[in-house]
């Protein structure tokens, strides 16, 4: 019995360090998105603005 609950806290604790590695690389993943948006918009803004 012992040996099972050990073994389910060891799976619990790699679940939760999984959902924040996760999270984590989502954000990330958010962010270089958002500096790419924001890249094209300026590149938008300079070729309308040479019109």
Known sequence: MRLFVTFSLVLFMAA?????????MGQDIEAAGQKIEDLADDTQDELNDDD
């Not at 939760?16 to 984590?24: E, L, Y």
């Open 16 to 24: 939760i360090a999984g959902c924040n590695t996760t999270r984590g």
